[in-house]
């Protein structure tokens, strides 16, 4: 049953989706000029914003290289004036010298509370991520795990239990929540579930006598790997803002734990996903979107109401960070940090059976299209629909907890556009890109001239490119442009193909052997497989759905997981 009556916007995501594909054979008949001029402007404004991207990106990959070279630089005069002492300590010094080697970004005053949601995931897998934040410096100082257990899945006790035994004094708290899966007006996912355990595991925290101000709140997927030198570059961001309680620091993803058991397609789908993200993080408005990977202080979480918790909140992360610029106007902004999150690709046995995977994961990342009326509505001051942890309707607070600059008051308005552009190029350019880029052309082409036989579909004296100069010379550019169309994508896969093999050598300290060699070239061979599978094909669907505003069932990405 169809439910806009109260949202006119939800209209927007179908009408692209199905009106692109219709006027595709039907705008060069009934419409001709008009579709020669749209399809003009697209492929300009396609080709603009990516070579945008690209100049993003490649700007996003260096300041992960100075990071991780900085860093290495670090290490070595630490290691150095280590070997220096050891040289002249006797056997009774050396304990004392080892603890005194700390980060030189350490810092006792925040408290990091990791976020941890899973549903069905392998307890190998989890206890894996959770043993990776373990070995951190400040782990049992100043970490707190909340592992946010859903109360559906079958033993999620037994599960959390062991794990809270494995890791027994490694932390300052160890927080298990069991997300009920009957809450009113709730829909059940990531987001509900990071909601519910956040509230819960911050209330304890703060119960227990962590001061609210100094609780950084990390929210990581099952298989993140979060280094140690995110949270020190969390630190260091957080204490040179001006508004250090409104950021939301965000670092880029890489898929490299796993990639080579997988197929190409799906390797070549989470490097362009990986690719778009690192190039989203160089905004120098500070208006961008994390993934997977975040952190944002109690304050900012709970002075706008924690996590929206209804079916249109499926993708958690961009939606918290919109819902974090507009409710707080404009005061909140991204702050990158050039910190490579690792993550595993879906894996599962059978060939066929992990593309059928990935397309599963690719279908519910692609459902964040309720953004789109979500965003429009937040830039209309349009009310605002959600439903809170504890079911609860209604519209967040606004009030601030410190006053706005009268810059960030005045130019918001700026924001709101620009905010609205990036949401619908995220999540139009999937739903037009493959269907235009590969078929509008060649049928424009098939109507305007016909082959022999075939025809005419125009009357000679309406078509355009026959009776304007006009628009033939702006038919000829067209088909010149589209030459073009790929070349920005070319450069970025370059770049990361370099950014790849330097992250896992000089970062997580891997031979050239196991990294990626000239062979993966190879891999992309399977782009149109990878587009059209993981891409175009979900999130037509997912546009599509918005017509009936149907409720998914809570299905994670099967991730093949053997513990070393």
Not at 166 to 173: G, M
Not at 217 to 243: G, M, N, W
Not at 464 to 482: A, E, Q, R
Request: contains cysteine.
């Amino acid at each position: 049953m169809v439910q806009f009556a109260d949202d006119p916007f939800e209209f927007i995501a179908p009408i692209i989706c199905i009106g692109s594909f219709l006027l595709m054979p039907l705008g060069p008949i009934f419409l001709p000029r008009f579709w020669i001029l749209c399809i003009f402007g697209y492929f300009l404004i396609f080709l603009g914003t990516q070579l945008n991207h690209l100049a993003k990106f490649y700007m996003t990959a260096q300041s992960i290289k100075k990071t991780i070279n900085e860093y290495n630089a670090r290490l070595k005069s630490q290691d150095d004036d280590e070997k220096s002492n050891y040289a002249l300590a006797t056997d009774s010094d050396l304990t004392d010298m080892e603890s005194s080697l700390v980060n030189t970004y350490d810092s006792d005053f925040l408290v990091h509370a990791f976020v941890i949601p899973n549903y069905a995931e392998p307890e190998a897998l989890v206890r894996d991520t959770i043993g990776r934040i373990a070995i951190h410096k400040k782990a049992c100082t100043n970490y707190v795990i909340i592992l946010a257990m859903e109360s559906s899945e079958t033993y999620h006790r037994t599960k959390s239990e062991n794990l809270k035994e494995h890791f027994k004094d490694k932390f300052l708290q160890f927080v298990i929540t069991n997300h009920p899966s009957d809450l009113p007006g709730e829909a059940r996912g990531k987001g509900s579930n990071i909601s519910y355990g956040a509230r819960k595991g911050t209330a304890e925290m703060i119960a227990n006598g962590i001061d609210k101000s100094r609780i950084i709140i990390t929210i990581c997927d099952s298989d993140s790997h979060v280094p140690e030198l995110y949270v020190s570059e969390v630190e260091k961001a957080f204490s040179r803002s001006q508004h250090p309680y409104y950021r939301v620091f965000a670092p880029p993803i890489f898929f490299g734990r796993n990639c080579f058991k997988v197929p190409a397609a799906v390797r070549v789908t989470d490097i362009t996903w990986s690719s778009m993200i690192l190039a989203n993080l160089s905004s120098s408005r500070g208006i961008g979107f994390p993934c997977s990977t975040y952190s944002i202080s109690w304050k900012l979480a709970d002075q706008i109401g924690y996590w929206d918790t209804d079916a249109d909140a499926v993708g958690e992360d961009m939606h918290m960070t919109l819902k974090c610029l507009f409710k707080t106007e404009g005061q909140a902004r991204m702050a990158p940090i050039f910190v490579p999150i690792n993550l595993t690709n879906v894996e599962t046995e059978g060939y066929i059976d992990n593309l059928r995977a990935r397309f599963v994961q690719a279908k519910r990342h692609y459902n964040g299209v309720a953004d789109v009326s979500y965003t429009l509505r937040s830039a209309l001051n349009l009310p605002t629909y959600c439903v809170d942890a504890n079911g609860v309707g209604g519209k967040p607070p606004t009030q601030s907890h410190a006053k706005l600059d009268e810059n960030e008051c005045t130019t918001f308005w700026f924001d709101r556009i620009v905010i609205v552009l990036k949401v619908l190029e995220t999540h139009f350019v999937p739903v037009t890109s493959g269907w235009l880029m590969f078929f509008a052309v060649p049928l424009m082409q098939f109507v305007f001239y016909p082959p022999e036989g075939y025809g005419p579909y125009l009357d000679p004296n309406v078509n355009p490119v026959l009776v304007s100069s006009f628009y033939l010379g702006v038919w000829n550019v067209l088909k010149f442009t589209t030459l073009f169309l790929p070349l920005p994508l070319f450069g970025t896969l370059g770049i990361y193909e370099n950014l790849h093999r330097f992250i896992d050598i000089e970062f997580f300290k891997k031979t050239k052997e196991e990294t990626r060699t000239w062979k993966n070239y190879f891999d992309y061979v399977s782009m149109p497989i990878a587009a059209w599978m993981f891409m175009t094909l979900p999130s037509n669907i997912a546009s599509c759905k918005r017509l009936f505003k149907t409720r998914d069932q809570y299905v994670v990405a099967e991730k093949a997981f053997m513990e070393s």
